[in-house]
């Protein structure tokens, strides 16, 4: 933390709801995920929900078929598999932000959320999606093989976009405080998301636009956020890159898992 209380804003690096959380324990950490209500992008909060035919996942996983969903398809009545994505948009996301399944019967999701993410993948010009939430089969051995091989699908995606709640909060600046920001979010303390990290290939982070804070920006991970080797960076900056870098094109180690996992 001394390397936030450095930086030129201290108070953009804070989380809103954890003041009471100290440096070594965060009192949401045992927060079951699994019963939060399901993230809405609508202000009403009212949006109709969408239900996708995840039985289709099973016959695609046991023909080792994509269980990316096509875009083209989300604006159809039927929603379908086919065409098969060939550039899809991997989310890389925590459940606590309400972006999982959570209290929703499988396969259903609030429509402003799903076309958010639509969204998205046009701008990054994906043909289709793969989000956990949607893309998981329900038969059980289906299931099963599907989350035994979930990180592949990130390492196939033509993109790997970061959504996570902290960082859409904070703003965007070209000064190294994205990096830093990116490890201390609740994105950077998961498992799944560090080898989701490890296995992509390109990897997008949302952040929130500083000249209009009603909008978002997309920034490249590698081109954007890390310090260049050779340029001239500030220690956090410096830091918060090799950190980063430890997850980045390998398979993370279990002192990485558990530098990531430890609590802030």
Not at 108 to 127: G, I
Request: glycine content about 4%; aromatic content about 8%.
């Amino acid at each position: 933390m001394e390397l936030a209380e450095e930086s030129a804003n201290p108070k953009s690096f804070e989380h809103p709801g954890h003041e009471t959380c100290g440096s070594e324990l965060c009192l949401f950490q045992d927060e079951n995920s699994t019963l939060k209500t399901q993230l809405h992008k609508c202000a009403d909060r009212d949006c109709s929900t969408l239900v996708f035919p995840i039985h289709q996942l099973n016959d695609a996983v046991y023909k080792n078929q994509s269980t990316a969903w096509p875009t083209s398809s989300m604006n159809c009545i039927d929603i379908s598999l086919s065409p098969e994505s060939t550039e899809f948009m991997a989310i890389s996301h925590v459940w606590s932000d309400g972006t999982g399944v959570g209290i929703s019967r499988p396969g259903e999701v609030n429509s402003c959320l799903l076309f958010y993410f639509k969204q998205l993948a046009d701008q990054l010009s994906c043909d289709g999606i793969w989000w956990d939430s949607i893309c998981i089969p329900p038969e059980r051995q289906a299931r099963r093989k599907a989350i035994s091989k979930m990180h592949e699908n990130y390492a196939l995606a033509k993109h790997t976009i970061i959504h996570d709640t902290y960082l859409l909060q904070f703003d965007w600046a070209d000064d190294g405080s994205a990096a830093l920001a990116l490890i201390l979010s609740p994105w950077f303390t998961r498992g799944w998301t560090a080898l989701e990290l490890s296995v992509s290939n390109s990897v997008k982070v949302i952040f929130r636009d500083p000249a209009d804070h009603s909008k978002q920006v997309i920034k490249d991970l590698d081109d954007d956020i890390l310090a260049r080797n050779g340029s001239f960076s500030k220690l956090g900056h410096i830091v918060a890159t090799a950190v980063i870098s430890r997850l980045r094109k390998k398979e993370p180690s279990i002192s990485d898992l558990l530098m990531i996992m430890r609590t802030r």
